[in-house]
């Protein structure tokens, strides 16, 4: 069966990077894109962007330019996220998603927690 | 950006009930819609694709209905593990939006 099992929580202060990843099984892993969904306390759910495995080309929006990274090693079927310059805003559960028109499977989410 | 506004936000109902969930586009979106249950320290699962389509394996007291700007999730019959939040999500132009979120609660 799919599954999207993602990285457990994470605790940073400000100013440092952190690395989420998203390990795929169950599927071709080339075969679909990888959404990134963000979900800060007490808000909705964001779209962050989206990889695709084919061109590895990431496609990010316009909130998350800049700082945040996404990268795929498809050796292992894992995409990743990777968020530099930690800000307390950057606190929230961040989530993997398989893309089908739209999202299907999805990681259990990664909380990460940004605080001196 | 297209905006999706989901309603209720919040819902108190009982085992057994017949609820429905709304969602408004800013702008038409054909069919291209999704819903999504999510409790809490679990992965979102999507219930509904293209407004009305059933996600396999998902009970079919869950429906979807709707095209262009309006679209509904009804659970025909409330059971204990439905007491979760659910949120709409547009799929026709990037970026993709979801709606706010409507809590279910047991009343």
């Known amino acids: 069966q799919v599954q999207l099992v993602q990285s457990g929580s994470e605790l940073r202060k400000p100013g440092a990077s952190v690395k989420v990843s998203c390990k795929a099984s169950?599927?071709?892993?080339?075969?679909?894109?990888i959404n990134w969904v963000r979900q800060a306390p007490g808000q909705g759910l964001e779209w962050m962007g989206w990889?695709?495995?084919?061109?590895?080309?990431?496609t990010y929006a316009q909130d998350f330019t800049g700082r945040f990274v996404f990268s795929l090693d498809t050796s292992v079927s894992t995409a990743y996220l990777e968020i530099s310059g930690l800000k307390p805003e950057d606190s929230a559960i961040y989530y993997c998603?398989?893309?089908?028109?739209?999202?299907?499977?999805w990681g259990q989410g990664t909380l990460v927690t940004v605080s001196s | 950006d297209i905006q999706m506004t989901q309603s209720p936000s919040s819902l108190s109902a009982s085992v057994g009930d017949r609820v429905t969930i709304t969602c408004r586009a800013s702008q038409g979106i054909r069919n291209e819609l999704g819903w999504y249950q999510r409790e809490p320290g679990k992965a979102p699962k999507r219930l509904i694709y293209a407004a009305s389509s059933l996600q396999s394996g998902v009970p079919s007291r869950f429906s979807g209905s709707g095209s262009g700007t309006e679209f509904t999730l009804t659970i025909s019959s409330l059971q204990p593990e439905d007491f979760a939040t659910y949120y709409c999500?547009?799929?026709?132009?990037?970026?993709?939006?979801f709606g706010q979120g409507t809590k279910l609660q047991i009343k």
């Open positions: 999500l547009q799929y026709n132009s990037l970026p993709p939006t």
């Open positions: 169950g599927y071709t892993f080339t075969r679909y894109a």
């Open positions: 990889i695709d495995p084919n061109t590895v080309n990431p």
């Open positions: 998603a398989r893309e089908a028109a739209p999202m299907d499977y």
